[in-house]
């Protein structure tokens, strides 16, 4: 499986996202919209998916061996990002 990091609407919701584990991008975006569809997302379209680099602090997060979400990952204690391209202070 692999992380990816589903966004609702980037322009509406720029500091919102889910952690996801998947087989692929379009398992991904259907898992993210159908978990959590009231998060202002609208349109499945509207939604953004994203590949994430598979650190161990990301992988770690798998629960499961089936495709799954984690609504809370575990963030840098340093800036609260929990994206590895997202943590701004080089902890992740």
């Not at 379009?26 to 978990?35: I, P």
């Not at 609504?71 to 340093?78: E, K, R, V």
Request: proline residues 8%.
């Amino acid at each position: 499986m692999k992380a990816y990091a589903w966004t609702p609407a980037p322009d509406r919701y720029a500091d919102y996202s889910t952690l996801i584990f998947a087989n692929n991008r379009q398992e991904a975006k259907v898992l993210g919209f159908n978990t959590d569809p009231n998060r202002g997302c609208g349109d499945f379209i509207d939604c953004r998916i994203r590949l994430l680099q598979e650190t161990p602090d990301i992988m770690n997060q798998a629960f499961s061996e089936e495709p799954h979400c984690v609504d809370n990952p575990l963030a840098c204690q340093g800036c609260g990002q929990w994206q590895p391209n997202g943590c701004t202070c080089g902890t992740i």
